[in-house]
């Protein structure tokens, strides 16, 4: 799938993991609310207060080492676009990327994690 603001980015594939793990959708107040890189940055800002580490430090997950992080684990990257939400897969962690759809990058990318369920 290609990336897309509002449907297919970051903070809503992240939010889409969590919702299939715990049928809890972290991302109701601001999904369909935005369908550029600016729109998103002001829907997490009024719903938050913040960017993607305040969307996802609000809910209350623990914050665990992104080496010891499980699947399904959120963390947060450093993408060319700024902060962006990858989850874990085991070994490698999932973060959709502007022009490259899914990629696959490795936990040594991952700056901080929170521990899901």
Not at 16 to 45: F, K, M, N, W
Not at 54 to 71: D, M, V
Not at 74 to 83: E, F, L
């Amino acid at each position: 799938m290609p990336f897309a603001w509002g449907s297919f980015d970051c903070a809503l594939f992240g939010a889409d993991a969590v919702l299939a793990l715990t049928g809890e959708d972290p991302a109701s107040e601001y999904r369909g609310t935005y369908h550029t890189a600016i729109g998103a940055s002001a829907a997490l800002q009024r719903v938050c207060g913040g960017g993607l580490v305040e969307a996802i430090e609000r809910n209350g997950w623990r914050e665990c080492c992104p080496a010891l992080a499980r699947r399904g684990d959120v963390g947060i990257t450093n993408s060319p676009q700024g902060p962006a939400v990858a989850v874990c897969l085991g070994k490698v962690w999932a973060v959709p990327r502007v022009g490259s759809g899914l990629t696959k990058i490795c936990r040594h990318d991952i700056t901080r994690a929170w521990r899901i369920g």
